[in-house]
């Protein structure tokens, strides 16, 4: 053998072993990556069947309650923002809308919470994982959206996903309704009713058709397909469910699993509402029970509970049927609560635990925990951290959250008080913002401007029927709440004086001014 020959042998396997060297293991840790089933469920309240939270009546969700077997289950899990658009654009930027501004954020225009000087350049879950590898894919509503043919507009931006259906520039299918002669029965006061007009969203009663001509089918139509193809890459899969969101109008049989004769209603307390915040809502609940709707509302949007749950079924159907079971993270969770008529309201937008507590749920692979429960208070601003976490990842320097996988382990391990906030129109007068403190035992509640605030004992009051924030012995409560609102808002100021628009007597009663029962 030459030595010519000798020498091109030589290099050829120093070419080969350092090809092998470079480019094998940025390959295996590629692989080795865990894919992630990112499931969000709009207007989800605590009375999906895992957590019980409406009493004396059983919600059936057995798909999700099945996911929550395999899960660690966040039995305190509370949303940032008691809205779509605030909570969407905090959760995905990682930023929480109190520190960036965005606490009511203009969703009508493609993604606006852009605008904002501190999510200008910031990176979103979805571009993380894209840029470290992931096939990013997504469906339905998961940042923010409208269903044509109201709204064609959408807060996603397209460059961020591998691709989206049914569009990321109109992310949601259209929303089929009910007949006319259902959403708007001749026995009640159709003209007056809120949110009215030929295509008022705040409607309820069933559709005469299959699921397969429901929106949320097809998004989970798509995620099915997704889930058995084989990817080259790692996947980050977000599947977003419309329902239970408004109009609450859902197949037939999903009502007649709730007969209105079966029908509980939630507690009502008729002077709920003197002690605390007008919340601007006090009016529907008026017409509700004016035009005695209560319990068909209550029926409507259990049946559009079990509808998403169905829904949600599927997908888990394909995934647990997939060959991506032993490597992948999935979580499901909802962006706020709703009210039922509680706290003197059917809707969102206010602070208090019914509109703020949402289902979370976290399974991971090799989780040794499936099933267990973690009562510490935790935010859905945790998802961003927690995801990277898992993954892997070192997380970007700006996320407002913390990564819940101590809880993972040890569901005991403590956390801190979590913070929800949102802006609220006042008496058409200027906006109040609203902070909200949630600890293990107690709720806190601060208007800065009108000055008020609001301390609920979870321990003796979970309906927070009792505001104890001006009572006797509740100080240092007070003051240990308002530094977890500091550590959000270091710039936050306190009032001297009482509230305006309240009175408070000598033994810390708090009484709104000119209040009406009904």
Same mark, same amino acid.
């Not at 809205?83 to 990682?94: D, K, Q, V």
């Not at 509503?141 to 691709?163: G, R």
């Not at 500091?486 to 001014?513: A, F, H, R, S």
């Given at each position: ?104 954020? !203009?969703?009508?225009?493609? *993604? ?8 200008? $350049?910031?990176?979103? /879950? &979805?571009?993380? =994982? ?123 049989? !999903?009502?007649?699993?709730? *007969? ?8 009502? $307390?008729?002077?709920? /509402? &003197?002690?605390? =915040? ?241």
């Amino acid at each position: 053998m030459n030595s010519l020959s000798l020498k091109f042998r030589f290099s050829l396997l120093a070419l080969t072993l350092m090809l092998l060297s470079n480019c094998s293991p940025p390959q295996q840790q590629i692989e080795e990556k865990p894919n992630i089933l990112f499931i969000a469920v709009d207007d989800m309240n605590d009375w999906a069947g895992f957590l019980s939270g409406h009493t004396g009546m059983k919600i059936h969700t057995p798909n999700i309650d099945r996911l929550a077997a395999a899960s660690m289950i966040f039995t305190n899990a509370h949303t940032p923002a008691p809205a779509c658009a605030p909570t969407r654009a905090a959760i995905l930027s990682g930023v929480h809308h109190a520190r960036s501004g965005a606490e009511n954020v !203009y969703w009508g225009d493609g *993604p606006k919470w852009r605008d904002f000087e501190a999510l200008k $350049k910031v990176t979103t /879950l &979805e571009q993380f =994982f894209k840029k470290n590898g992931y096939k990013t894919l997504g469906a339905g509503k998961i940042y923010h959206s409208q269903a044509p043919p109201w709204d064609a507009t959408s807060q996603v931006e397209p460059a961020n996903w591998d691709f989206y259906y049914p569009s990321p520039y109109i992310s949601h299918p259209y929303q089929i309704r009910a007949p006319e002669e259902v959403i708007y029965p001749e026995e009640v006061d159709n003209e007056n009713r809120p949110g009215g007009g030929a295509n008022s969203w705040w409607t309820w009663g069933a559709i005469p058709v299959p699921d397969e001509k429901m929106a949320d089918y097809h998004v989970a139509d798509w995620a099915r397909y997704q889930l058995g193809q084989q990817h080259d890459k790692p996947f980050f899969l977000a599947v977003g469910m419309w329902k239970p969101h408004d109009p609450w109008e859902v197949p037939q049989k !999903y009502f007649d699993m709730y *007969p209105l004769e079966d029908i509980v209603l939630p507690e009502r $307390k008729k002077d709920d /509402l &003197e002690d605390s =915040f007008d919340h601007g809502r006090r009016w529907i609940m008026k017409w509700v029970l004016d035009n005695d709707q209560w319990k068909k509302i209550i029926q409507s949007y259990a049946a559009s509970i079990t509808f998403s749950d169905a829904m949600v079924g599927r997908v888990l159907d394909a995934y647990e049927n997939s060959e991506h079971t032993d490597n992948t993270i999935v979580v499901l969770w909802s962006d706020h609560g709703m009210h039922m008529g509680e706290k003197d309201n059917i809707e969102k937008f206010t602070l208090w635990e019914r509109s703020t507590r949402v289902p979370l749920l976290i399974s991971a692979p090799g989780m040794s925990l499936a099933g267990k429960i973690c009562e510490q208070p935790v935010s859905l601003m945790d998802l961003y951290p927690t995801l990277v976490d898992l993954a892997g990842f070192e997380a970007p320097t700006h996320l407002d959250g913390n990564s819940l996988l101590p809880q993972l382990k040890d569901p005991n391990t403590k956390t801190s008080p979590v913070i929800s906030s949102y802006k609220f129109s006042y008496k058409k007068k200027e906006a109040v913002t609203g902070h909200a403190v949630r600890s293990m035992r107690y709720r806190y509640i601060y208007y800065p401007e009108i000055n008020l605030e609001e301390l609920y004992d979870h321990e003796n009051d979970p309906n927070e029927w009792n505001n104890i924030a001006y009572k006797e012995g509740n100080t240092q409560v007070i003051d240990d709440h308002r530094k977890a609102l500091l550590d959000m808002l270091p710039q936050m100021l306190w009032k001297e004086g009482q509230p305006e628009g309240y009175t408070i007597d000598d033994e810390g009663n708090v009484k709104k001014n000119n209040f009406e029962l009904f």
